[in-house]
């Protein structure tokens, strides 16, 4: 019988992964985080995901396993439709720019470019107002710059944009992390196939998961 799931813990920061027995006996034996209140907790289970995007090299180190994944700034812009009749209606790839136009409703989102930065988040002036003089080009009259709200986040970038799906030669942990640009694009995929790997069953699309 498979085994009620346990419930989501929010707001919980992993501090370490712990491991017991060396060598092809090594296995994670519990994770170490603390709850919103700060208070310290281990957390065991059967098998250990560390989905943690960019810092997720940071927690595999320490187990002697070198992930090569590499924080890639991306910088995100929302603003106001102004004239609806000048603004792009679906997803757009703007090739030169590397930006990607979306519509949400009365909202335009542009999104892209990739800044090698470490793990800084901070907003460059520069490339916000950059993407914004894009978009009056592209589509002039669409859009209210003067109401632009940015946003950064790092993309878990691998040198290939690869991601690095499934076991470890820790026994019980895998890997489902390194989706570079494409994250939300893999995500069901992803999570699909690592659930089957972890219950032993082979997953259904032809890919070069980690053994
Ligand atoms: C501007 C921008 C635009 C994008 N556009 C697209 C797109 O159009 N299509 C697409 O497919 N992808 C897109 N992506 C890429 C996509 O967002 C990523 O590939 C995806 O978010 C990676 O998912 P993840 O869960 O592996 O990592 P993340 O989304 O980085 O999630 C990691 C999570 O781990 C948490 N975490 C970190 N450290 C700890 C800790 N110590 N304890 C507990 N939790 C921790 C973080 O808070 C975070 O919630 C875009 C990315 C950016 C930045």
Request: aromatic share 8%.
């Amino acid at each position: 019988m498979p085994r009620p799931w346990r419930a989501v813990l929010d707001e919980h920061t992993v501090t370490a992964l712990r491991t017991a027995g060396e060598g092809a006996s090594a296995q994670v034996e519990h994770v170490e985080a603390t709850d919103a209140e700060g208070r310290f907790q281990r957390i065991r289970g059967d098998a250990y995901v560390p989905a943690l995007g960019s810092v997720s090299p940071i927690f595999a180190a320490p187990l002697g396993i070198r992930l090569p994944i590499y924080p890639a700034k991306g910088y995100s812009v929302t603003l106001p439709v102004k004239d609806e009749s000048r603004a792009n209606q679906v997803s757009l790839t703007d090739d030169e720019f590397k930006l990607v136009y979306s519509r949400l409703g009365d909202r335009l989102r542009i999104a892209g470019t990739a800044e090698l930065n470490g793990y800084d988040r901070d907003l460059n002036r520069v490339r916000c107002e950059a993407i914004v003089r894009r978009v009056e080009d592209v589509f002039p009259g669409a859009g209210e710059g003067s109401e632009a709200q940015f946003w950064t986040g790092l993309r878990p970038a691998t040198p290939s944009n690869v991601p690095l799906i499934g076991a470890t030669r820790v026994a019980n942990l895998y890997l489902n992390t390194g989706h570079g640009t494409l994250g939300w694009t893999h995500a069901c995929g992803s999570g699909k196939s690592i659930a089957r790997i972890i219950s032993g069953l082979k997953p259904e699309v032809e890919f070069s998961f980690s053994k």
